[in-house]
């Protein structure tokens, strides 16, 4: 049986440009709350197989590869990937469309640097169907082109195209391809944005930092006072950090203990985050955060199963819209790679957010500044204000310097 791969691979960097955002702030909005659903699920699941260990992906990255994956499939193995997306409610024209819009968006955005590409990499010898291909290229500015996945070398091609769209971040996705593969598709997301309000070095500090097994380590703590959007249960502190345009922001979560934060992963939905987010109100505080960085790699074919996808990983699948057989098709690979870094002077990684509730000046005036202290496990989040879009998430069990 022929082999499907989807390669995907998600970058977040460091920097800021100060052009003004973009135009059309409702681009790719409709996927805002189905794909933030589907990097929840993925997440969670991830973050429960391996409860002591940092966990960061890209919902984004990973969902416009399985979009893009998905016009290659039809039956119930299009139903199945567009269920694990939460978008099987709409006709597939109408979802590539909004795909179209977010790929779209991603890359007009200028005030910070922000970009996306996706690439079609198909087995020279076995025709595809040219309206998949002109879909992808269409819908996901989806570049194509042929290789002999026999030859070594196209190990290394697809492995420089990663390279170069991640700044070098990321120099490899694929270590071999079985050479019975038919198709290979990549998704890459780079973002680099600098604090609104940066950190000063002078203030970082060596602090103990309780990791997911419960032992102690030093870490480089950052500490900044100023007023931010904040808010604090007996469970658990949230706190949005924005960029320096403002239209991007990270957001930290720091449940109380290892059961505040199972719980709180297991009742994690999009429209859950959206209400911690607008619960959220301007005070003035003081944060310590980690500097830290993360190298993140994972298969995700285990995921996707319990999603619900496991059809289109299994014989039996119908991948027809790519190939017709014979020989049949299925998704053999599913692979991410991210990369995260946290530093005084920003964050590199992609943002997907939406604009925090603001109490009154007479509210703000009553309450007692904050000091949020992150020195055990956390819950992070990097989202696009503009439509809401989660680029970025993950759970930060140990800081890597």
């Not at 790719?28 to 960061?56: I, T």
Request: glycine share 6%; hydrophobic share 45%; net charge neutral.
């Amino acid at each position: 049986m022929a082999k499907c791969i989807i390669a995907i691979m998600t970058l977040l960097a460091s920097g800021i440009a100060n052009a003004p955002p973009v135009d059309s702030p409702e681009a790719g909005r409709s996927l805002a709350a189905p794909y933030a659903q589907f990097g929840f699920d993925a997440l969670r699941d991830l973050s429960s197989e391996h409860p002591r260990d940092n966990v960061f992906i890209s919902p984004t990255s990973i969902a416009v590869a399985l979009a893009m994956a998905s016009n290659g499939a039809n039956g119930a193995t299009r139903d199945a990937i567009l269920k694990t997306l939460h978008s099987n409610r709409q006709s597939i024209d109408m979802f590539n469309a909004d795909n179209r819009a977010l790929v779209e968006q991603i890359n007009k955005a200028t005030a910070v640097q922000l970009s996306m590409a996706n690439a079609l990499w198909a087995q020279k010898v076995v025709p595809l169907n040219p309206s998949f291909v002109q879909t992808l290229g269409t819908a996901y500015r989806a570049g194509a082109e042929n290789l002999d996945f026999r030859d070594p070398k196209s190990v290394e091609k697809i492995n420089a195209w990663v390279a170069k769209h991640t700044n070098d971040r990321v120099q490899e996705i694929l270590n071999h391809i079985d050479p019975s593969t038919v198709l290979v598709l990549t998704s890459a997301i780079a973002f680099k944005g600098k604090w609104s309000l940066p950190f000063d070095p002078k203030m970082t500090q060596p602090h103990d930092f309780k990791n997911g097994s419960g032992s102690l380590r030093k870490v480089p703590m950052m500490k900044h006072f100023g007023e931010y959007s904040y808010a604090k249960d007996s469970s658990l502190e949230s706190i949005r950090l924005p960029y320096a345009d403002r239209m991007f922001a990270m957001y930290v979560v720091l449940p109380r203990d290892v059961v505040a934060m199972r719980r709180f992963l297991q009742q994690l939905t999009s429209d859950r985050f959206t209400f911690l987010v607008s619960s959220l109100g301007l005070r003035s505080g003081t944060i310590d955060l980690p500097r830290f960085a993360i190298n993140y790699r994972t298969g995700l074919n285990a995921t996707l199963a319990k999603l619900g996808m496991g059809i289109a990983l299994k014989e039996g699948a119908d991948f027809s819209g790519i190939h017709q057989p014979p020989p049949p098709m299925r998704i053999s690979d599913v692979r991410h790679v991210s990369f995260l870094k946290v530093d005084e002077e920003g964050t590199e990684a992609s943002a997907a957010t939406a604009i925090a509730a603001v109490p009154t000046s007479a509210l703000r005036e009553r309450e007692e500044p904050f000091h949020m202290v992150v020195d055990h496990p956390f819950f992070v989040v990097i989202r696009d204000e503009r439509s809401g879009q989660i680029l970025f998430t993950g759970v930060v069990t140990e800081p890597q310097s």
